[in-house]
């Protein structure tokens, strides 16, 4: 059996949507990341990175980054079409992923979550503040510009299609801007809207503690 290492909340929930839209058995365990579980000796010896998400395969191999385990899971179980046939529409969509994953969670959301870990060294409180201040600031410029990218993409398409594999990466970045209060474009905002009506999104909302 499968096994994913998740924290609920966090990027991982788009991992877990995949999961459960392919029906794939599969296991948890919830790693609380304030805790510092990730950086146990037990889970580093699985994931040297101390990274989520990450999947543990059948054979005890474990895959790591967002990207590479939502490209295993389309190609595990190919019917679901989580990437499209034709090659360069799929490597569009793992672009669009990889831009979500890198770019607007990697660089914007991160400086809006962890700002401390993006200040420099022997600052006193005051300063400490105004960096914290400063950093996350341009964590949602960041964010922001990333949405203005994802809403050209997202304009030009239909929703009355298939989950496919960017969505689920599309999906966290957008709702953790609901959950910040950081106004989407219409376009993106209408993305979420359409997940949020999925059955399985919502399954995975409540699975992970949210009942909105």
Same mark, same amino acid.
């Given at each position: 059996?499968?096994?994913?290492?998740? +924290?609920?909340?966090?990027?991982?929930?788009? =991992?877990h =949507?995949l999961?459960?839209?392919? @029906?794939l058995p599969f296991?948890? +365990?919830?790693?609380?990341?304030? !805790?510092?579980?990730?950086?146990?000796?037990a889970?580093? !010896?699985l994931?040297?990175?101390?990274? =989520?998400?990450?999947?543990?395969?059948?054979d005890?191999r474990?895959l790591?980054?967002?990207?590479? =385990?939502a490209?295993w899971?389309a190609r595990?179980?190919?019917?679901?079409?989580?990437?499209?046939?034709?090659a360069?529409a799929a490597?569009?969509?793992?672009?669009?992923?990889?831009y #979500?994953v890198g770019?607007?969670?990697?660089q914007?959301? +991160?400086?809006?979550? +962890?700002? @401390? !870990?993006?200040?420099?060294?022997g600052?006193?409180e005051?300063?400490?503040?105004?960096?914290t201040e #400063?950093i996350? #600031?341009?964590?949602?410029?960041i964010?922001?510009?990333?949405f203005a990218?994802?809403?050209?993409a997202?304009?030009?398409?239909?929703l009355?299609r298939r989950l496919?594999?960017?969505? !689920?990466?599309l999906?966290?970045?957008?709702f953790?801007?609901?959950?910040?209060?950081?106004?989407?474009p219409p376009?993106?905002a209408?993305?979420l809207?359409?997940?949020?009506?999925?059955?399985?999104?919502?399954q995975?909302l409540a699975?992970e503690?949210?009942?909105?």
């Amino acid at each position: 059996m499968l096994t994913f290492f998740m +924290t609920p909340g966090s990027c991982s929930t788009g =991992i877990h =949507i995949l999961l459960e839209a392919l @029906e794939l058995p599969f296991q948890v +365990t919830v790693l609380n990341l304030p !805790a510092g579980d990730h950086r146990q000796p037990a889970y580093l !010896a699985l994931n040297p990175k101390g990274s =989520i998400p990450a999947l543990q395969l059948d054979d005890g191999r474990v895959l790591t980054e967002f990207g590479a =385990i939502a490209h295993w899971l389309a190609r595990r179980v190919p019917r679901a079409q989580l990437l499209p046939d034709d090659a360069a529409a799929a490597a569009e969509l793992i672009g669009r992923l990889d831009y #979500a994953v890198g770019t607007v969670h990697g660089q914007g959301w +991160t400086r809006v979550f +962890t700002p @401390e !870990a993006y200040l420099p060294p022997g600052l006193e409180e005051a300063e400490s503040r105004r960096w914290t201040e #400063a950093i996350q #600031a341009r964590g949602r410029e960041i964010v922001q510009a990333g949405f203005a990218v994802l809403e050209q993409a997202l304009a030009a398409e239909s929703l009355d299609r298939r989950l496919n594999l960017a969505d !689920a990466a599309l999906f966290y970045v957008f709702f953790w801007a609901e959950h910040t209060g950081l106004p989407l474009p219409p376009h993106c905002a209408a993305h979420l809207a359409w997940m949020r009506r999925m059955p399985v999104v919502q399954q995975v909302l409540a699975e992970e503690g949210y009942r909105r």
